[in-house]
C-alpha cells in the first residue's frame, strides 16, 4: 500500500506557470477542458456541479482510482486536486452555474475512445477477454457503482478502462451500493444493471455480447486480490481520499461477502442477455 501511495504522488499533478487550457465540448452537468504542459504532460480536468446530497464527488473520483491499483482492475488515473493546480480554470465557464470551484478531478489523458464511440473494439476485446470483463464487473458490485454507461467506459490501447466514478463508492442507501443521487428512479433490473434508468447500460452491452454469461464470468480472478486487502489498507484508502471512515466499514464488509454477492448478482444479470 505504502509503495502505491508514494508512486501515486509522483503522479498528482503539480502547480506550474506553463499549464496552457483548452475547454472541450459540455458533456452532461459537468464541464471540462484539456490541460496541458510541458513537465506534466496531458490532464482532462473535470469540474463538477455541486452535486448536493453528493458533495464529495470529486473524493470519490480519486478513491476509485486508487482502489482499482490495488485491486489491479482499469481505472482512469484521477486525482482530487485544488483548481488553482491548473490556474483560472473555472474563468473558461463563465456561463456555467453551481460549479464547485474550489476542487476539481485531473485524469490522465486517454488516448481512445468511449464504447459508445467504439462498439466493435469492445465487443471483440470483450469477446477475447470475458475473464477481464468478470473482474471489472465484481470490482464495480463491490464499490458500488450503479452509473456505468456506455459512455463511462474507454478504450485505450485496445483494452477497457473504466472513467467518470464520481457517484461510486459506498453510499447511505438501502436500495443502492453506490452514491447516485436519484435512487427513487431506480428498479431493481436497474441495479443488476449497474445504470441509471434512462442510460444505455455497459452490463446490459457486455452481458448481451457472451454466448455463455453464467460460465464465461463466473470466477473472476479480483475477488481473491480483494480478499487479499487488509482492512488497514482499505482504511488507509479511504483517508488518503479525504472520505469518511465508515466507506472503510462498509468496503471492508463487501470484501467479506463479495464471493457470495457476486454470485447472486451474475444470476440476475446474465438474464439480461
Not at 482510482?65 to 488553482?84: H, I, N
Not at 459508445?116 to 469477446?127: K, N, Q, T, V, Y
Request: hydrophobic residues 40%; proline residues 6%.
Amino acid at each position: 500500500m505504502k509503495s502505491i501511495l508514494t508512486q501515486r504522488a509522483t503522479r498528482r499533478p503539480q502547480s506550474s506557470e506553463d499549464w496552457k487550457l483548452v475547454p472541450l465540448q459540455h458533456r452532461g452537468v459537468n464541464q471540462s477542458a484539456l490541460a496541458t504542459s510541458n513537465t506534466h504532460g496531458e490532464w482532462f480536468i473535470k469540474i463538477c456541479r455541486d452535486p448536493g446530497s453528493v458533495p464529495d464527488i470529486c473524493e470519490r473520483e480519486e478513491l476509485a482510482s486508487l482502489l482499482g491499483e490495488m485491486a489491479e482492475v482499469p481505472v482512469v488515473d484521477a486525482f482530487c486536486v485544488p483548481t488553482a493546480t491548473f490556474g483560472a480554470v473555472t474563468e473558461l465557464f463563465p456561463l456555467a452555474l453551481d460549479l464547485m470551484t474550489d476542487r476539481c478531478v485531473a485524469m490522465h489523458r486517454i488516448a481512445g475512445s468511449t464504447v459508445s464511440l467504439d462498439p466493435e473494439g469492445a465487443s471483440r476485446f470483450i469477446r477475447s477477454h470475458p475473464d477481464k470483463l468478470a473482474d471489472i464487473f465484481a470490482f464495480s458490485l463491490w464499490i458500488g457503482d450503479e452509473d456505468r454507461g456506455l459512455d463511462d467506459v474507454m478504450l485505450e490501447n485496445g483494452s477497457l478502462v473504466l472513467i467518470d466514478n464520481g457517484l461510486s463508492g459506498p453510499g447511505r442507501s438501502s436500495v443502492l451500493r453506490s452514491a447516485h443521487p436519484a435512487e427513487c428512479l431506480y428498479r431493481p433490473i436497474d441495479v443488476t444493471r449497474m445504470c441509471f434508468p434512462f442510460k444505455k447500460s455497459f452490463v446490459e452491452f457486455a452481458i448481451r455480447r457472451l454466448s455463455e454469461p453464467n460460465r464465461q464470468l463466473a470466477v473472476p480472478k479480483v475477488i481473491d486480490r480483494i480478499a487479499g486487502l487488509r482492512d488497514t489498507d482499505l482504511e488507509q484508502a479511504v483517508l488518503h481520499s479525504q472520505l469518511p471512515p465508515w466507506m472503510a466499514s462498509a468496503l471492508v464488509q463487501r470484501r467479506d461477502t463479495l464471493r457470495d454477492d457476486y454470485v447472486k448478482w451474475l444470476k440476475a444479470a446474465a438474464d439480461l442477455s
